[in-house]
């Protein structure tokens, strides 16, 4: 399977806006729906948003809908997660992750078969 890599995390201030971008090393993204999920140290990773290619549905964790926004972009072959009116509670380590063709239920992370490293968002006070 390809290796997925994120970029486009950072140090901001509270209240800004940023980009953070998923794409495959060594392939295409994988032809399914695909989702963005964070993690805190000492805290287990959550879910953050998710894109369905086949029907193109969005999905957001209530704690950051409203605020951000995922979409993918087929001719440059990149996940993005928009995010904006940053909170410092948004900081942790935003991995990018494939999954199924598309979500029955609840979106957990035992959905999700292929992860990145992650990137680091930090959101200042």
């Known amino acids: 399977q390809v290796q997925l890599v994120e970029s486009g995390g950072g140090l901001v201030q509270a209240g800004d806006s940023l980009r953070l971008s998923c794409v495959a090393s060594g392939g295409a993204l994988p032809n399914n729906a695909m989702g963005w999920f964070r993690q805190t140290p000492g805290k287990e990773r959550e879910f953050v948003s998710a894109?369905?290619?086949?029907?193109?549905?969005?999905y957001f964790s209530d704690l950051v809908r409203g605020r951000f926004s995922i979409s993918r972009d087929n001719a440059a072959d990149t996940l993005y997660l928009q995010m904006s009116k940053l909170k410092p509670e948004d900081t942790g380590r935003y991995y990018c992750?494939?999954?199924?063709?598309?979500?029955?239920?609840?979106?957990?992370?035992?959905?999700?078969?292929?992860w990145g490293q992650g990137t680091q968002v930090t959101v200042s006070s």
């Open positions: 894109h369905t290619k086949m029907t193109g549905r969005t």
């Open positions: 992750a494939a999954g199924p063709p598309y979500f029955r239920g609840k979106i957990t992370e035992q959905d999700f078969n292929n």
